[in-house]
């Protein structure tokens, strides 16, 4: 009987179930019945003899009977079938259906799609393995795209011409009330010249040191704009190694942006130079197309403006100078630019230039391009360029706040410095012509009045820097940075590093001592009534009992400049009278790192704060900028509000805001509790009315402020301020040659120069016509603070208030009033008039002297302890100065 007879006629009846799925009747062969005929589990299975699952006994693909099944058929890349004998509608016992193979029909063909991904008739992983026809299809498809739109790109990028890269505008800065400043920009110190008049030893030079393969290569690098390429997509900065030919594409850019745009669109175009220009021209169009600093763009101002001569005339040493100064005009300028970065001192600019200058002219004879000869001459001596000059409408103090500005300018944007020396922009300061004037004229005035460099060599060389800041804004209205480029004087005074602040530093100290308290205090503050020893020579003791020692293991003294005992004093007539020893112990019982945290909350730059945390930190080892601590003052003046200098309000090109310059002004912060602030600031006042300050009380207003002078007499200042405005005075005297600190002693014919002298002359003149018609608003009333804490172990009286403080003359000539005991006692004590402003009777050690500034770095000692802080906490120290780019920032 055969395996495959047809199925006997389907009964009449069963049910619309059964009719449905098609239902057979039994049959007497050995084919599995159909699923779920019998109601047995196996039949959800099929039955065979050969134990298959899914065929019958005669190898057939047996139709799908169930959901589950299905599913796991389209799991496997299939799809459900229909039964057997379907017709077209899918259903059984059509025998109008087409069928394959032993009668089955065959499943519609989809359609074939475009791209077959996933790929269809596959299963498992191999459906997500593309096939070649699509990795190839895909590949030639990129080729073909990227080729075209290298070719548009190449057709788009134009040639760059020298000529119109040569236009420039000039920049115009204008004061606060934006009337114009100054017009300056390059426009006159740039002219193009012909490759045969530049010097055969200045073309090697840049070849040798830059691109050695200049003649021979196409123009572009790719392992260095794959390595540009890369280090940008890992969030780095573009690396060097380009060729000569893109420097020069890259010159003619106003955009100087790191992006891969940028990138590749100066491939293209230095493809196209390399194509369409000769070696000579693209060599010349770099060559005068390059910046080469001080204002300098192209071969013939860099000869100009360093060695006052022709391009042509240019000698094998001089060309590699010149040359080296493409590496950064800014490190390599050997007259320095610490206007831009506190480390291009001239000192480390003429060693890094001299050191490229020898490289290179080793580089060139290695290559053939000197003669024995001539590098033996070329080398025998480094060619000093000239030295920097003043450009037309730049003197004065003109220079100074041009460059303020411009630092300013490039530490809160995207502008670099050959783009802005390029010219176009307008810049609003926030200078005030009159109040730069009046410092000016102050500045000149007291110098006229007080030195005579033709009559003593002790009065030459001796400079000042002024700054002056609006408390609670930040806003520079004023600063005086030095007798002016014209005059050779190229450093802003304002904003230079390395003047040590004395005595200026004491407030911090304090202040930190109001907040922090000490390990005496049991973390409560400290009063500025509190006493401490003022007399000269102490050893200064740790917190845990031992005192400081010198490097030879000797004990260490700090020493008063006056040996006058004072005995037991409060830390308020310490300030007034600025006596070191108590100072120096308070800033160790304190903490240096908490003063140093106190002074940076204040507005001062960690990178200017002094490295060495030791005793002498307390009394101002730390070298600020003037502009830095007008506003750190300015806080105080403020009630504890701090807001960073700054000196530009806006930047515009063509009228536009340049859209890479941040607005500048960020609200004041809450920096120190207003209650220190203003206590502080009560202390201060007393400086000034009562102390080492009294020549500020010619001002004739409410006003607060701190003489600084330091050791062996190198600096001294004095920092002022009223509500309205903080100006800070430094005078020092510097070696031309090194610019080292000269000592002061015997200049203007005095033993020694005071930051109540000098310096507070010319901070009085200028206050007095800076805030001429202006209110006087005085202070905040300063509320009682801190515990009292003696140090002389003796037991402090309640501090009972007087209406008139009781007053002698003092014991030296001076218009100070001095303080004498109201009620004598054994042991050190004092009542004192609590009205904040008043004086303290009886500080046991005498009347004031007041108008002598005590104050020192370390207190006249040579050596210098081996100490190390371990109280507080803080962040250690950098470099850099505020003004500038370095406001706020870094640098500059």
């Keep these: 009987m055969s395996e495959h007879r047809r199925k006997p006629p389907q009964p009449q009846g069963g049910g619309r179930a059964a009719a449905r799925r098609g239902q057979s009747g039994p049959s007497s062969g050995r084919r599995a019945a159909p699923r779920g005929a019998t109601g047995s589990p196996a ?61 089955r029909p065959a499943a519609a063909p989809g359609k074939k799609r475009f791209i077959d991904y996933p790929r269809a008739g596959k299963y498992g992983w191999r459906r997500w393995v593309p096939s070649w026809k699509l990795v190839s299809g895909l590949c030639i498809g990129f080729l073909g795209s990227l080729v075209a739109m290298v070719g548009i790109g190449f057709a788009m990028v134009e040639v760059p011409n020298e000529n119109i890269a040569a236009k420039s ?12 400043m100054v017009a300056s920009g390059t426009g006159v110190n740039r002219q193009n010249v012909n490759i045969d008049q530049i010097p055969e030893a200045m073309r090697w030079a840049v070849i040798s040191a830059e691109n050695k393969t200049f003649y021979d290569d196409s123009g572009v690098d790719p392992a260095g704009i794959a390595r540009a390429v890369l280090n940008m997509a890992r969030g780095g900065q573009t690396q060097g190694g380009s060729t000569i030919t893109q420097q020069y594409v890259k010159n003619t850019y106003l955009s100087q942006d790191q992006t891969l745009t940028r990138k590749f669109k100066e491939m293209f175009i230095s493809i196209k130079v390399g194509t369409k220009l000769d070696k000579n021209t693209i060599l010349q169009g ?14 013939q101002a860099a000869a100009q403006t360093y060695y006052g001569k ?12 010149l040359a080296a100064l493409l590496k950064g005009a800014t490190y390599y300028d050997p007259a320095g630019n610490v206007d831009l970065d506190k480390t291009a001192t001239p000192q480390a600019n003429r060693k890094r230039s001299e050191a490229r200058w020898a490289w290179i002219l080793n580089e060139m004879h290695k290559d053939k391009h000197l003669t024995d000869e001539d590098y ?88 000042f820097g002024a700054a002056s800041v609006v408390p609670n804004d930040g806003a520079i209205v004023a600063l005086y940075g030095g007798d002016g480029y014209e005059n050779g004087h190229f450093t802003n005074n304002a904003d230079t590093s390395g003047v040590p602040v004395g005595s200026t530093w004491k407030p911090f100290v304090l202040a930190a001592a109001m907040k922090y308290g000490t390990a005496k205090s049991d973390g409560e503050g400290v009063s500025p009534l509190s006493k401490y020893n003022g007399n000269d020579h102490l050893k200064v003791y740790k917190p845990d009992g031992s005192f400081y020692l010198n490097k030879d293991n000797s004990p260490f003294y700090q020493k008063n400049e006056s040996p006058r ?40 730059l960690n990178q200017s704060m002094s490295q060495d945390l030791n005793p002498s930190f307390a009394i101002g080892t730390s070298t600020p900028s003037a502009i830095r601590m007008a506003d750190a003052y300015a806080t105080f003046a403020a009630s504890g509000k701090q807001a960073d200098p700054y000196s530009v309000t806006a930047v515009k090109v063509n009228g536009a805001d340049a859209p890479s310059f941040v607005k500048p002004k960020p609200a004041p912060k809450d920096a120190i509790d207003p209650n220190i602030a203003n206590n502080v600031t009560d202390v201060l006042e007393n400086v000034i009315q009562n102390g080492t300050g009294f020549n500020a009380k010619a001002l004739g207003r409410t006003a607060a402020g701190k003489t600084g002078t330091t050791d062996k007499n ?47 002359l010319v901070w009085t003149e200028y206050m007095k016509a800076a805030l001429k018609g202006k209110s006087d608003l005085g202070f905040e009333k300063a509320t009682e603070i801190g515990g009292i804490h003696d140090e002389s172990g003796a037991p402090s009286p309640t501090p009972t ?80 100065n505020g003004g500038g780019g370095i406001f706020g920032g870094q640098t500059g």
């Design 714 to 760: 190198k600096s001294a200042w004095f920092v002022g301020y009223t509500r309205q405005l903080s100006t800070s005075v430094t005078m020092f005297r510097e070696n031309p040659k090194d610019h080292k600190l000269l000592s002061m002693n015997g200049t203007a014919g005095k033993d020694s120069i005071h930051g109540g002298d000098i310096p507070t």
């Design 43 to 103: 039949d959800s299975y099929g039955s065979s003899s050969h134990g298959a699952d899914s065929y019958d006994s005669g190898g057939e693909e047996r139709a799908y009977g169930s959901r589950a099944e299905a599913r796991r058929a389209a799991q496997r890349g299939g799809r459900r079938r229909p039964a057997d004998n379907a017709g077209p509608a899918g259903r059984r016992g059509d025998p109008g259906g087409p069928g394959r193979g032993r009668g």
């Design 169 to 180: 505008q000039n920049n115009v800065y204008y004061w606060a009330d934006h009337t114009q």
């Design 801 to 880: 208030v007087s209406v008139t403080p009781s007053q002698t003359p003092s014991d030296t000539p001076s218009p100070t009033p001095s303080e004498t005991a109201t009620t004598p006692t054994p042991t050190p004590s004092e009542t004192c008039q609590f009205g904040w402003g008043n004086n303290c009777n009886n500080d046991n050690g005498g009347n004031g002297n007041g108008g002598v500034d005590t104050g020192g770095t370390d207190g006249g000692t040579t050596p210098t302890p081996t100490a190390t802080d371990t109280s507080g906490t803080g962040t250690t120290r950098g470099n850099g």
């Design 310 to 321: 022709n391009a042509v005339d240019l000698r094998p040493s001089e060309c590699a100078v």
């Design 376 to 463: 033996q001459k070329a080398i025998a001596k480094y060619p000093e360029p000239d030295g920097r000059k003043a450009t037309k409408g730049m003197t004065g103090q003109i220079s100074y706040l041009a460059d303020t500005a411009k630092k300013y300018v490039l530490a809160h944007s995207d502008i670099t410095e050959a783009q802005f020396d390029r010219g176009g922009y307008q810049i609003y300061t926030t200078f005030q012509k009159g109040k730069v004037n009046a410092l000016a004229k102050a500045v000149k005035n007291v110098q006229k009045s007080r030195l005579d460099p033709k009559r003593h060599d002790l009065d030459k060389y001796v400079q």
């Design 565 to 604: 005992p004072w005995g037991y004093i409060t830390l308020r007539k310490a300030m007034e009278q600025s006596v070191n020893t108590p100072f120096v112990q308070l800033g160790v019982d304190v903490g240096m790192t908490h003063v140093r945290d106190m002074a940076r909350s204040a507005g001062i």
């Design 286 to 299: 770099y060559l005068n197309t390059s910046y080469f600093g001080r204002g300098a763009y192209g071969i």
